[in-house]
């Protein structure tokens, strides 16, 4: 069928649910226009476009009473960047465009990420639950599939590389319906046919309880795959983003794009609030807004609607109560439902906690981080059924994040389809934590193929130190660390038994931690029981002394949150008493 035929039965078909609809052709894009009763609507109009095989669906329906995006980014406004050149310009410092960058940094060439918030990893990349996928829901044949396959060979010698942990303990898929047994050769054979590590191994109920024996009296069956596991995805981010700048990358954070200025077809200059940029290549890692980009650079031939998931997180006694194994629970209607989720599980960290989550729900907003109480009484009812012992008092946080789906639902990593000098790294949702490294493998190699320079250094350096963990040290070595450094012997936050030295670490690091919430994802301080209640002010102590900053002026996670405040009568540092 021709494009203008296909466009015409679509067109037949969302005029006959909403007559506002307007639908036209890009090339062999679709554009969907029009004003729709609710944002409801524009999803689905979108979703049906994504079925008629065009090369992408570009919906820019809108609905009644939207309200316009405000997209958080930092207010500072100079010329710092003002004239910079350099070959390849990342944009977004999540865990795809840090994994870019590192990748980059591999070669002969200048690499420069710019990122909006005030550090890496701030949005999805801190936002999801870790998991190390297998890929037994992905569909043959597409990128997500392709792309976790090689990831998965590459990540243990990464991951050694960089210092940074995994677990790889296995994740299981409880049953509660004992008549979709019938269903388990095909899943077994569907396993296969992905080449899931380790494959696919049917379950008994007895066998469930040997691997968790606090397994709920409803799961009658399960499956076992031993190449499931876990990461820390803002640690991972951190440290592949850390790599990066040892060997000469340069990330500008607190930098959000505003512009791009494109002449037949190939990106001029790229305008942030720092100043111009000059790029011979762009790569669009921007997450929830890399649609934005990409209509930024005339070569927009997607869209994302963002999918909110809530994660629940257990106190540690869960942790060292449960097996070390994620489990997920297959709910029959939460996967008819086509809401595009896994149905969450029961996911064990690496740093001994345990997830519960995530659900999935659409939203306009691509910064809503917002936690529904409905949310976390539908997640934490669900998974009762699988552990039956979970109980609400083991609470210690809770957070949102959301994953930039397409309407194709599956990842846009290729060069640009009309601007010649721009690679997509776009539409990443799960499993893009896991296929990060494979992602940027092929993007750094066709950003080479841009500049038309695919040397590689010689001097490249792979290895990473991490930030010493005294809490994992034995009583020798660290009564050693302690003798060279006093500071790694007194202990700042108790939950976690992260002491000054550790803190101390992450403040003067190659990528410094600068905020509260930048020194808890390096080193954990206040992701403990009290979640911060004990060590935050000791903390914000440690940075304001570290960086000669006020204390009122140590900021939680950016610019606008600030800790602590004063009144006119109460001076909140030594040197405004003095002053007095």
């Given at each position: 069928?021709?494009?203008?035929?296909?466009?015409?039965?679509?067109?037949?078909?969302?005029?006959?649910?909403?007559?506002?609809?307007?639908?036209?052709?890009?090339?062999?894009?679709?554009?969907?226009?029009?004003?729709?009763?609710?944002?409801?609507?524009?999803?689905?109009?979108?979703?049906?476009?994504?079925?008629?095989?065009?090369?992408?669906?570009?919906?820019?329906?809108?609905?009644?009473?939207?309200?316009?995006?405000?997209?958080?980014?930092?207010?500072?406004?100079?010329?710092?960047?003002?004239?910079?050149?350099?070959?390849?310009?990342?944009?977004?410092?999540?865990?795809?465009?840090?994994?870019?960058?590192?990748?980059?940094?591999?070669?002969?060439?200048?690499?420069?990420?710019?990122?909006?918030?005030?550090?890496?990893?701030?949005?999805?990349?801190?936002?999801?639950?870790?998991?190390?996928?297998?890929?037994?829901?992905?569909?043959?044949?597409?990128?997500?599939?392709?792309?976790?396959?090689?990831?998965?060979?590459?990540?243990?010698?990464?991951?050694?590389?960089?210092?940074?942990?995994?677990?790889?303990?296995?994740?299981?898929?409880?049953?509660?319906?004992?008549?979709?047994?019938?269903?388990?050769?095909?899943?077994?054979?569907?396993?296969?046919?992905?080449?899931?590590?380790?494959?696919?191994?049917?379950?008994?109920?007895?066998?469930?309880?040997?691997?968790e024996p606090n397994i709920g009296s409803d799961v009658s069956w399960g499956l076992f795959m031993p190449a499931g596991g876990s990461i820390s995805p803002y640690?991972?981010?951190?440290?592949?983003?850390?790599?990066?700048?040892?060997?000469?990358?340069?990330?500008?954070?607190?930098?959000?794009?505003?512009?791009?200025?494109?002449?037949?077809?190939?990106?001029?200059?790229?305008?942030?609030?720092?100043?111009?940029?000059?790029?011979?290549?762009?790569?669009?890692?921007?997450?929830?807004?890399?649609?934005?980009?990409?209509?930024?650079?005339?070569?927009?031939?997607?869209?994302?609607?963002?999918?909110?998931?809530?994660?629940?997180?257990?106190?540690?006694?869960?942790?060292?109560s449960l097996s070390k194994t994620g489990i997920t629970v297959f709910s029959l209607k939460a996967n008819l439902s086509k809401n595009h989720t896994k149905g969450?599980?029961?996911?064990?960290?690496?740093?001994?906690?345990?997830?519960?989550?995530?659900?999935?729900?659409?939203?306009?907003?691509?910064?809503?981080?917002?936690?529904?109480?409905?949310?976390?009484?539908?997640?934490?009812?669900?998974?009762?059924?699988?552990?039956?012992?979970?109980?609400?008092?083991?609470?210690?946080?809770?957070?949102?994040?959301?994953?930039?789906?397409?309407?194709?639902?599956?990842?846009?990593?290729?060069?640009?389809?009309?601007?010649?000098?721009?690679?997509?790294?776009?539409?990443?949702?799960?499993?893009?934590?896991?296929?990060?490294?494979?992602?940027?493998?092929?993007?750094?190699?066709?950003?080479?193929?841009?500049?038309?320079?695919?040397?590689?250094?010689?001097?490249?350096?792979?290895?990473?130190?991490?930030?010493?963990?005294?809490?994992?040290?034995?009583?020798?070595?660290?009564?050693?660390?302690?003798k060279k450094n006093p500071a790694y012997g007194h202990i700042v936050c108790r939950c976690e038994e992260i002491s000054e030295g550790e803190i101390l670490d992450?403040?003067?690091?190659?990528?410094?931690?600068?905020?509260?919430?930048?020194?808890?994802?390096?080193?954990?301080?206040?992701?403990?029981?009290?979640?911060?209640?004990?060590?935050?002010?000791?903390?914000?102590?440690?940075?304001?002394?570290?960086?000669?900053?006020?204390?009122?002026?140590?900021?939680?996670?950016?610019?606008?949150?600030?800790?602590?405040?004063?009144?006119?009568?109460?001076?909140?540092?030594?040197?405004?008493?003095?002053?007095?």
């Amino acid at each position: 069928m021709n494009l203008e035929k296909k466009k015409s039965k679509l067109a037949k078909k969302l005029s006959s649910l909403y007559p506002s609809i307007k639908v036209s052709l890009k090339d062999d894009c679709v554009v969907i226009n029009g004003t729709l009763p609710t944002y409801n609507d524009v999803l689905t109009a979108g979703k049906i476009a994504a079925t008629y095989g065009f090369y992408g669906v570009i919906n820019e329906a809108t609905f009644a009473g939207i309200k316009p995006q405000i997209i958080h980014h930092s207010s500072i406004n100079d010329k710092t960047l003002d004239g910079k050149k350099v070959d390849v310009l990342v944009i977004g410092g999540g865990v795809i465009g840090s994994a870019i960058l590192r990748e980059l940094s591999k070669y002969s060439f200048s690499s420069l990420l710019v990122e909006k918030e005030e550090d890496v990893a701030m949005e999805a990349s801190s936002h999801n639950d870790g998991c190390l996928h297998v890929g037994l829901d992905l569909h043959k044949g597409s990128k997500k599939l392709s792309y976790l396959l090689r990831a998965r060979k590459m990540i243990p010698e990464i991951t050694t590389e960089l210092g940074v942990k995994t677990r790889l303990d296995g994740q299981s898929v409880a049953f509660t319906s004992p008549w979709l047994k019938i269903a388990a050769p095909f899943i077994k054979l569907h396993g296969a046919m992905n080449h899931i590590p380790g494959g696919v191994k049917i379950m008994s109920k007895k066998k469930m309880k040997e691997i968790e024996p606090n397994i709920g009296s409803d799961v009658s069956w399960g499956l076992f795959m031993p190449a499931g596991g876990s990461i820390s995805p803002y640690l991972f981010t951190i440290a592949l983003a850390e790599n990066a700048i040892h060997n000469g990358a340069q990330i500008a954070l607190n930098t959000f794009v505003t512009g791009m200025e494109v002449k037949d077809h190939q990106i001029i200059s790229v305008k942030t609030n720092r100043g111009t940029i000059y790029p011979h290549c762009v790569i669009n890692a921007a997450g929830a807004f890399s649609d934005d980009i990409a209509e930024m650079a005339d070569d927009r031939f997607f869209t994302i609607h963002p999918r909110k998931g809530t994660d629940i997180i257990m106190d540690k006694a869960v942790y060292h109560s449960l097996s070390k194994t994620g489990i997920t629970v297959f709910s029959l209607k939460a996967n008819l439902s086509k809401n595009h989720t896994k149905g969450g599980g029961i996911i064990p960290t690496i740093d001994e906690n345990s997830l519960v989550g995530p659900d999935a729900s659409e939203t306009p907003d691509k910064e809503d981080f917002s936690v529904d109480r409905s949310s976390i009484d539908a997640i934490f009812s669900k998974h009762k059924k699988t552990i039956e012992s979970l109980s609400e008092r083991d609470i210690i946080a809770y957070f949102a994040g959301e994953r930039a789906a397409t309407y194709e639902e599956d990842f846009v990593v290729q060069k640009g389809k009309w601007t010649k000098n721009i690679v997509h790294a776009a539409g990443i949702q799960s499993p893009g934590l896991t296929a990060a490294p494979a992602i940027a493998e092929d993007v750094a190699k066709w950003a080479s193929e841009i500049i038309g320079s695919s040397e590689k250094k010689k001097d490249f350096d792979p290895i990473r130190k991490p930030i010493v963990e005294t809490r994992y040290l034995s009583n020798e070595d660290r009564d050693a660390l302690i003798k060279k450094n006093p500071a790694y012997g007194h202990i700042v936050c108790r939950c976690e038994e992260i002491s000054e030295g550790e803190i101390l670490d992450a403040l003067h690091g190659n990528l410094p931690a600068t905020t509260i919430d930048g020194v808890k994802r390096r080193v954990r301080a206040g992701m403990g029981r009290c979640q911060g209640g004990f060590c935050q002010m000791l903390v914000s102590e440690l940075i304001s002394n570290e960086f000669h900053i006020p204390l009122g002026e140590v900021k939680k996670k950016g610019e606008g949150n600030i800790i602590l405040s004063k009144t006119k009568s109460e001076p909140i540092n030594k040197e405004e008493e003095e002053e007095k």
